[in-house]
């Protein structure tokens, strides 16, 4: 196993390293939506579908709200089950626009099960649709999940982690489960067949920029003896 985090400058911002999670990056977790995560709401509910999409999406910043409302805009009504609601009412919870609304106790954006246009995140479906990346078009919360860029106050160190039930806020503690955190285990979502720094490799270049992710990537390589890219064991 690698050392947990490996320490690297960011050749993009003078002064400012990344603390990676070494260990994770080199695990073979897995989102295991739609076979067999049970969800985060205070009880299992696989059945529901519904991921981590249950409460709805906190949003960047000023401009990923609008690129979120013109892309909701332009969604069709036969892959997006809220269309009538986000027309109505918008897709945000508050004036603010901070927080994708709610609606029936679940993301505006997410089609159930018997929806016919698709279960899942609309946008995310959108995207597919459009050949384009649903980084492109989802929150910056939803995509870089199970990863959580950590920043310290003075901007000058990044830990890039899984996310643990603490991260949820006061709420966390509650949750049927914490498929990432480090302190609960689970090996029902480390059946991937390949790493994590491989099966989120767009995800991650988006994330730390290109020559970053190749630096954390052939760190972590060096550190297992070249068995990242080859499905995990």
């Not at 993301?107 to 279960?119: A, K, L, S």
């Not at 050949?131 to 106050?153: G, R």
């Not at 709420?171 to 491989?198: H, L």
Request: net charge negative; with cysteine.
């Amino acid at each position: 196993m690698p050392e947990q985090f490996v320490e690297l400058s960011d050749p993009y911002t003078p002064g400012r390293r990344w603390r990676v999670d070494a260990d994770f990056l080199a695990s073979n977790w897995t989102c295991v939506w739609g076979a067999g995560c049970i969800g985060i709401l205070d009880d299992p509910a696989e059945d529901l579908q519904q991921g981590c999409c249950s409460h709805g999406a906190e949003v960047l910043d000023q401009d990923e709200a609008m690129l979120i409302a013109a892309l909701a805009a332009s969604l069709d009504p036969a892959r997006f089950q809220n269309h009538a609601t986000a027309s109505e009412l918008g897709v945000f919870l508050n004036d603010g626009r901070t927080h994708t609304r709610v609606v029936n106790d679940a993301c505006i954006f997410f089609n159930r099960p018997e929806f016919d246009g698709g279960v899942g995140c609309a946008l995310h479906l959108g995207a597919l649709d459009a050949e384009e990346q649903p980084t492109d078009w989802k929150p910056s919360i939803c995509w870089q999940a199970p990863l959580k860029a950590h920043h310290t106050e003075e901007g000058t160190l990044v830990t890039l982690r899984p996310w643990t039930r603490d991260d949820w806020g006061p709420g966390g503690k509650d949750m049927a489960w914490i498929c990432t955190d480090p302190n609960e285990p689970n090996p029902a979502a480390f059946v991937g067949d390949e790493p994590v720094v491989s099966s989120l490799a767009h995800e991650l270049s988006e994330l730390l920029g290109p020559e970053l992710y190749g630096s954390v990537r052939a760190a972590i390589d060096q550190q297992t003896d070249g068995s990242v890219g080859r499905p995990a064991s």
